[in-house]
């Protein structure tokens, strides 16, 4: 399975400069793209005093352009400087696409397998629907599919579920509910198509044992457990029975006759 993977990431390196009554320089170089290939590559880097731009270099434009009147001196001097420009040019391919490769091998590119529960939210009968829940925890990269099958066939219908929903640390989860008339013999399923996964994932309902099973496996228990308990006691007395016949003397009479 491929997933389509949109990138619009913005790696950034930013310098500042002070002083104490409060004015403030700094640099903001900037590394923009949107293609997993790099192929749109911006290199972006400007020179900012008090939050305001005075000058930027722009490679999708070649030049130096100034905001400032400061910033339009320094521009037109740059600007006339082939060396300059010509080593700002090449920021595209020395500095952006390499530090966005490590970038995207050292995050973008890395991926978790989900953590899968399956799980009755609500028992049903042959009158009553039940509710099944499928939930997948701690996965990376975001996008995933969950899909319900029923004897192998996708289910399109009576199934609602949640958007990818972030934890706050890099991972995410969602959750999806399938409501259903159970069927005796019927094999439901959980399919999920994942970044993580060479193929998709099948994760298969074991419904628990009706009540009126498992009341007759609790009774077979229970009687049971009484059968083994009276024979042991059974046991035990005749135990104590011989002990107790071994223990008598037999002590003789004599018998005179008178």
Not at 137 to 156: E, M, R
Not at 177 to 186: K, R
Not at 203 to 214: I, L, S, T, V
Request: hydrophobic content about 40%; overall charge negative; some cysteine.
């Amino acid at each position: 399975m491929s997933v389509l993977k949109l990138f619009h990431h913005i790696l950034m390196l930013s310098v500042f400069t002070g002083a104490a009554d409060g004015y403030y320089y700094y640099r903001w170089t900037q590394c923009i793209y949107s293609s997993p290939d790099l192929s749109d590559m911006v290199f972006i880097d400007g020179f900012y005093f008090n939050k305001y731009p005075d000058v930027k270099y722009n490679s999708t434009v070649g030049q130096f352009v100034g905001f400032t009147e400061l910033g339009v001196k320094t521009a037109e001097i740059w600007n006339k400087n082939p060396e300059i420009l010509q080593q700002y040019k090449a920021q595209v391919e020395v500095f952006c696409k390499p530090n966005a490769q490590l970038y995207e091998a050292a995050i973008y590119n890395k991926t978790v397998q989900p953590k899968v529960k399956l799980s009755l939210v609500m028992p049903g009968d042959s009158k009553h629907p039940a509710l099944l829940m499928c939930s997948a925890y701690d996965f990376y990269p975001q996008p995933i599919k969950v899909s319900w099958l029923k004897d192998g066939a996708v289910v399109t219908s009576e199934v609602t579920s949640t958007e990818e929903l972030p934890d706050g640390d890099w991972y995410y989860q969602i959750h999806s509910e399938l409501e259903y008339t159970p069927t005796s013999g019927e094999k439901i399923s959980c399919m999920l198509e994942h970044a993580s996964f060479t193929k998709p994932m099948i994760y298969d309902w074991n419904p628990p044992a009706p009540e009126f099973e498992w009341d007759i496996q609790l009774i077979f228990t229970i009687e049971s457990a009484a059968l083994l308990l009276g024979i042991i006691i059974a046991a035990a007395g005749f135990i104590y029975y011989k002990i107790r016949s071994t223990d008598k003397i037999l002590v003789p009479h004599l018998f005179t006759q008178v």
